[in-house]
């Protein structure tokens, strides 16, 4: 009941301080709306937006999730004084359509990519006319920033600037070196971190440290103002370059563990300093944080074949089981939303644009998406989750992978997991599982259950149909040894 008033509180303050004006000036929105505009003086109340995306992070990889090797107590402290989810779903299990689903609100298939966007200059990636989180809380008036990994398209048109984002720092490809800021993985090699589309220079400098520093200036340049910051680790995708502290911390863990796990604390470590910057200019209460990992741990050869943890869960990076998609994701409003609460009920990366829209007061853009309010989860355990079923389907083409959740009743097909040697022919086509009974999707409950595999099928099936013959495209996202493309 306090949230609830809370929140009315709030939308009250918007409605009486935003006398907004409209102004042609300010440009204009690939919905064909103008940009709002804060008459001068006036104090505006609306809260800030943080989202926080951490790069191939395991489903249980930090403390708040059970892990007792990791040291995260910046993530742990976000969940302590917010919402932590227990199901919460990626858009996808890889980089670029993960990314494309949590900044439109759209499954990664509406929002035009299923498979990794090109990591070359020229190279194509998420159509220019989705509307995007940056775009909305631009047009609203917000001052707005990306800081950190892109990848989700690298030319005119598909950049950060293009897409929303006022301000722009870090590099547009899928990873790159963390000193030389070099992208490694296919030649010629090259050079890969821009600034508002220009290119930059800083070899030597840690690229987590470079991303900190970018997004206390931006914020100490906006504060005045509302802010959304969407701030795209890269961490801990390989190349695992954790600090030389965290690697002596953590020099009795087994490889890779050890090389993961000292790449991950430094990443916290630099969340943490984000937050202390919001503290020491007395915003934590005023910036909404929501935080996710972009897809399941990476055991790509380039990441020592392992490193990150799923747990209880089958799969991993690419692969559509639990374990791949099912990850670490939270909320935090202090003062405002419940604190140190753990809710169980199943919410999507597609629900953020719903739901950051319905806390600051700022008008969706783009009305067809995918994504559901989480706020009646957020202030109730027992509210029923808003997605009647949730959809994936990844890489395009007729031998796509694809999945299905209604209820318990989850249905994998073409089903992909890497390093999993106990698939059979039969369970790769169609796989069947009930998460209340078999969260760990170790027993395909197809054969048992044709009813069950039929309705979900059809229920697939027709959501494909629903969203166009772009289903048919091909969008590879590994190479012949199993790496990211």
């Not at 994504?371 to 031998?399: F, R």
């Amino acid at each position: 009941m306090i949230q609830r008033l809370t929140l009315i509180a709030w939308s009250i303050a918007g409605i009486v301080a935003h006398a907004w004006v409209v102004s042609a000036a300010a440009g204009s929105d690939k919905s064909g709306g103008v940009a709002c505009v804060q008459p001068a003086g006036s104090p505006d109340p609306r809260p800030n937006v943080i989202l926080i995306v951490t790069d191939d992070q395991g489903a249980v990889d930090a403390g708040c999730y059970g892990a007792k090797d990791l040291a995260t107590p910046a993530i742990d402290g976000l969940a302590a004084r917010g919402v932590r989810f227990t199901q919460f779903y990626a858009g996808a299990p890889v980089c670029s359509p993960s990314r494309a689903c949590l900044l439109t609100g759209r499954y990664p298939l509406r929002a035009g990519l299923t498979g990794n966007a090109s990591s070359e200059p020229g190279g194509a990636g998420m159509p220019t006319e989705q509307i995007t989180l940056a775009e909305m809380f631009k047009a609203a008036g917000y001052a707005t920033a990306h800081i950190g990994k892109w990848h989700l398209g690298f030319r005119p048109g598909e950049m950060p600037n293009d897409q929303g984002f006022d301000y722009s720092f870090g590099h547009m490809g899928g990873c790159i070196d963390n000193y030389s800021h070099f992208f490694y993985w296919s030649g010629p090699n090259r050079h890969d971190l821009y600034r508002n589309g220009q290119e930059v220079f800083y070899p030597g400098r840690y690229f987590c440290d470079l991303m900190v520093e970018e997004a206390s200036q931006f914020i100490d340049q906006h504060h005045d103002r509302p802010f959304f910051i969407y701030f795209a680790l890269n961490m801990p995708h390989y190349p695992y370059q954790g600090e030389p502290k965290w690697l002596e911390h953590y020099k009795d863990l087994p490889a890779p563990r050890n090389l993961y796990a000292a790449f991950l604390s430094s990443c916290d470590e630099r969340i943490g300093r984000l937050l202390g910057k919001l503290d020491a200019l007395g915003l934590r209460q005023r910036t909404i944080i929501a935080f996710q990992s972009d897809n399941g741990h990476s055991v790509e050869e380039r990441a020592h074949f392992g490193g990150g943890s799923a747990g209880l869960y089958r799969g991993a990076k690419f692969s559509l089981f639990e374990g791949g998609i099912r990850l670490p994701g939270m909320i935090s409003w202090p003062g405002h939303l419940p604190e140190g609460v753990v809710r169980d009920q199943m919410v999507h990366a597609a629900d953020w644009m719903p739901t950051l829209a319905e806390l600051t007061g700022v008008k969706l853009l783009n009305a067809d998406i995918d994504g559901k309010s989480m706020l009646p989860v957020i202030n109730s355990a027992t509210a029923p989750t808003a997605h009647e079923a949730l959809h994936w389907l990844v890489g395009g083409g007729k031998k796509a992978q694809w999945a299905i959740r209604q209820g318990q009743w989850k249905l994998i097909g073409n089903v992909e997991s890497p390093l999993d040697d106990a698939l059979k022919p039969e369970d790769k086509r169609l796989f069947l599982s009930n998460l209340d009974a078999d969260v760990s999707e170790k027993t395909n409950l197809a054969a048992q259950h044709p009813e069950i595999v039929d309705r979900l099928q059809k229920l697939h099936d027709d959501w494909l149909k629903s969203c166009g013959a772009d289903a048919a495209k091909p969008m590879p996202v590994q190479d012949k040894k199993g790496n990211e493309r």
